[in-house]
């Protein structure tokens, strides 16, 4: 079983439609979360960061991790076309040097 | 946010030749970069880690000898692929850390080097 599980799609969506994206994990140490988006060939770019369990909102992006299900998502509102790409989510114990372990990755099609 | 530049943006070389990749921080110091292999449709994979003026520390099962990494300045790592061969055919992209900021987890990625070895 991997740390990091998440279903790489493809996920294809109308405009405007709310997405949710998904990752589990296996390590209950993981105490950081991160949302990455990345745009074919080019590099991950951070969209959402979030801290042990909770929610966090940041314009139409929407971040909530559940630690006692180990399950985190990445809710995006009225999705956009310029939303289409793949969304990889990153997680990271605290001490040591917090290098993060990363899902596949989910690829998103919004279409018009 | 910081910017992180690679260069350069896809190589192609032949088999048996090396090649270097370059990675920068262009408007932050970076004490610790990081270099990635991604194959299409999958997950960033960790090679090495990279501290500045230090050797880096390679994941288990990749070869240091043929992924040379080094990171002589606060604002540049570089990685060469030694007699590189068709499966070394990858999307290499770098990222970097300024341990110094606190922010321990936001890593800034360069956008990538695609490497085809014919």
């Known amino acids: 079983q991997k740390e990091v599980e998440q279903d790489p799609g493809p996920l294809s969506v109308p405009e405007g439609a709310i997405v949710s994206l998904n990752c589990t994990y296996s390590?209950?140490?993981?105490?950081?979360f991160m949302w990455y988006r990345q745009y074919s060939r080019k590099g991950p770019e951070l969209l959402m960061y979030t801290y042990s369990s909770g929610n966090k909102e940041d314009g139409r992006f929407t971040a909530q991790v559940d630690k006692s299900s180990k399950y985190i998502s990445l809710f995006i509102r009225d999705s956009q076309p310029s939303d289409s790409a793949t969304y990889l989510c990153a997680m990271s114990a605290a001490g040591g040097s917090y290098i993060p372990t990363f899902g596949r990755g989910t690829s998103l099609i919004v279409h018009p | 946010g910081a910017v992180v530049s690679q260069h350069p943006s896809w190589v192609i070389c032949k088999s048996g030749t090396s090649v270097k990749i370059e990675c920068r921080s262009l408007d932050f110091q970076a004490t610790t970069m990081f270099w990635y292999r991604q194959f299409p449709k999958q997950s960033l994979m960790l090679m090495a880690t990279s501290n500045e003026g230090s050797k880096a520390t390679y994941e288990q099962g990749v070869e240091k000898d043929k992924f040379l990494i080094n990171h002589a300045s606060l604002t540049l790592s570089t990685l060469t692929v030694t007699s590189a061969h068709p499966e070394d055919s990858s999307f290499y992209i770098c990222s970097a850390r300024d341990m110094r900021l606190g922010s321990y987890n936001e890593q800034f990625f360069g956008p990538g080097t695609r490497l085809t070895v014919l």
């Open positions: 390590n209950s140490a993981f105490q950081y």
